[in-house]
């Protein structure tokens, strides 16, 4: 069994963080950071004789975001460290739990993926883009350019006459057309 100076803070930590808590529940945002950093070198640590190298920051940061939602419950009449060694716990159980969800082998470098990048880009680029234009104008060019519906169809879609979807379509990519030419950073 580990000795108790390692399963949780010292009692000069506790008692530190416990006042840090204190000052932190009364809204001092330095206390609060300090604690956090305080507490975040302690997790590393406890979860870094726990679990694979490359879960260790998903645990601490899970711990801390579950510290940070349950700050309100600490009662100051107790140590901080028991608290925190519980919440850690906990995490560190349902690490436990997504270790054993994984697959065991792992995947052959062998293995061909396609490079997605560009299209994510684009995509981003094309959402950002369409956010700029009218409602109307953007689902008008989405239906017909993107989705390749007929602008019949895209009349039935968005509820608008025939004119009124290849008008907006017009005006859309008018204004999309004046948005790219003014952009610096295209290529």
């Known amino acids: 069994m580990a000795p108790a100076s390692r399963e949780r803070p010292s009692r000069t930590a506790q008692d530190d963080w416990s006042s840090l808590m204190v000052a932190a529940q009364d809204g001092h945002g330095g206390a609060y950071r300090r604690l956090l950093a305080e507490m975040s ?5 406890y979860f870094q004789r726990r679990l694979p190298p490359g879960d260790v920051d998903d645990a601490v940061q899970e711990t801390l975001l579950a510290v940070h939602r349950r700050r309100h419950t600490y009662d100051p009449h107790y ?3 028991p608290w925190l060694a519980a919440i850690a716990k906990n995490k560190w159980v349902d690490q436990l ?3 054993s969800r994984r697959p065991l082998e792992e995947l052959p470098d062998a293995i061909a993926v396609d ?17 700029e234009l009218r409602p109307a104008q953007a689902q008008a060019i989405l239906l017909v350019k993107v989705q390749g519906y007929s602008v019949e169809e895209a009349s039935g879609q968005i509820g608008l006459s025939v004119s009124a979807v290849k008008m907006n379509i017009h005006r859309g990519l008018a204004r999309l057309t004046a948005i790219i030419e003014k952009t610096a950073d295209v290529e």
Do not use: F
């Open 97 to 99: 739990r997504s270790l």
């Open 79 to 81: 140590p901080l460290g």
């Open 41 to 45: 070198e302690w997790l590393t640590r």
């Open 115 to 131: 490079d997605h990048e560009a299209s994510v880009v684009s995509s981003s680029v094309l959402a950002s883009l369409l956010d």
